[in-house]
């Protein structure tokens, strides 16, 4: 099993520009999320999904998008990139109850 | 507002001893807790986890201890390696959700010194 897969791994784009993160897992979780990590921060939750069809917001939600259509992918869209958004971006996903999210090797985002 | 934080931001270890990385939680009712490892251009990796009907919980070299009393988690870490060089997040996964909104503290710095 590949586990969580993100792409791309590093992208630069510019202020205004739109792009979406992609995050793929082969683990059959219904429980998926993403997550931004700052310099000096812990992880802070930006959207999260307990399965096909269902999304909802987490900590810092804003400026971006997401969708749940299958329960393999979980894709974050930036729909106008702004400096503040530069960041590491976490795909995790787990299974039902109490258990450990695994998460991705993050997508480096930096936006001029 | 309920926080889950670090005492430690950088912890220097002697290759072979034993590493202490400690957690505080402010959430009461918190029920589950996990700790990850990140290593440098990698995503958090689980390393241990513990539930709140337990105080102690031992894996492969690394215990974790929980003091409910005074909302303390503790990594231990047995004959740090080098490879133990990383940064250590302890996690609370909220008891109001089953399906977990995980929480982060800021992570703790380790560094194993020959």
Same mark, same amino acid.
């Given at each position: 099993n590949a586990g969580v897969t993100q792409t791309p791994k590093f992208q630069v784009l510019k202020t205004g520009q739109s792009m979406t993160l992609q995050c793929a897992q !082969?683990? @059959?979780?219904?429980y998926m999320s993403w997550y931004r990590q700052d310099p000096g921060m812990g992880l802070r939750l930006i959207h999260y999904s307990v399965g096909a069809g269902i999304t909802d917001q987490g900590e810092v939600p804003n400026g971006y998008n997401v969708s749940r259509s299958t329960t393999e992918d979980f894709p974050l869209r930036l729909l106008s990139a702004a400096p503040s958004q530069t960041s590491v971006y976490f795909c995790a996903s787990k299974g039902d109850g109490n258990q450990p999210q695994h998460f991705g090797d993050g997508t480096r985002l930096s936006i001029l | 507002g309920e926080s889950v934080g670090l005492h430690l931001p950088t912890l220097s270890v002697q290759e072979g001893d034993n590493s202490i990385i400690n957690c505080a939680y402010s @959430? %009461?009712? %918190? !029920?589950y807790f996990i700790w990850y490892k990140q290593e440098s251009g990698k995503g958090p990796q689980f390393i241990i986890d513990i539930r709140s009907n337990m105080d102690k919980r031992q894996g492969q070299r690394v215990t974790v201890l929980l003091n409910k009393t005074v909302k303390h988690l503790s990594l231990q870490i047995a004959a740090t390696q080098p490879g133990d060089s990383a940064v250590y997040f302890c996690a609370e996964n909220g008891a109001? !959700? %089953?399906w977990g909104k995980l929480q982060f503290g800021a992570g703790t710095q380790v560094v194993v010194t020959p």
């Amino acid at each position: 099993n590949a586990g969580v897969t993100q792409t791309p791994k590093f992208q630069v784009l510019k202020t205004g520009q739109s792009m979406t993160l992609q995050c793929a897992q !082969d683990m @059959n979780h219904e429980y998926m999320s993403w997550y931004r990590q700052d310099p000096g921060m812990g992880l802070r939750l930006i959207h999260y999904s307990v399965g096909a069809g269902i999304t909802d917001q987490g900590e810092v939600p804003n400026g971006y998008n997401v969708s749940r259509s299958t329960t393999e992918d979980f894709p974050l869209r930036l729909l106008s990139a702004a400096p503040s958004q530069t960041s590491v971006y976490f795909c995790a996903s787990k299974g039902d109850g109490n258990q450990p999210q695994h998460f991705g090797d993050g997508t480096r985002l930096s936006i001029l | 507002g309920e926080s889950v934080g670090l005492h430690l931001p950088t912890l220097s270890v002697q290759e072979g001893d034993n590493s202490i990385i400690n957690c505080a939680y402010s @959430n %009461s009712a %918190s !029920d589950y807790f996990i700790w990850y490892k990140q290593e440098s251009g990698k995503g958090p990796q689980f390393i241990i986890d513990i539930r709140s009907n337990m105080d102690k919980r031992q894996g492969q070299r690394v215990t974790v201890l929980l003091n409910k009393t005074v909302k303390h988690l503790s990594l231990q870490i047995a004959a740090t390696q080098p490879g133990d060089s990383a940064v250590y997040f302890c996690a609370e996964n909220g008891a109001t !959700d %089953s399906w977990g909104k995980l929480q982060f503290g800021a992570g703790t710095q380790v560094v194993v010194t020959p």
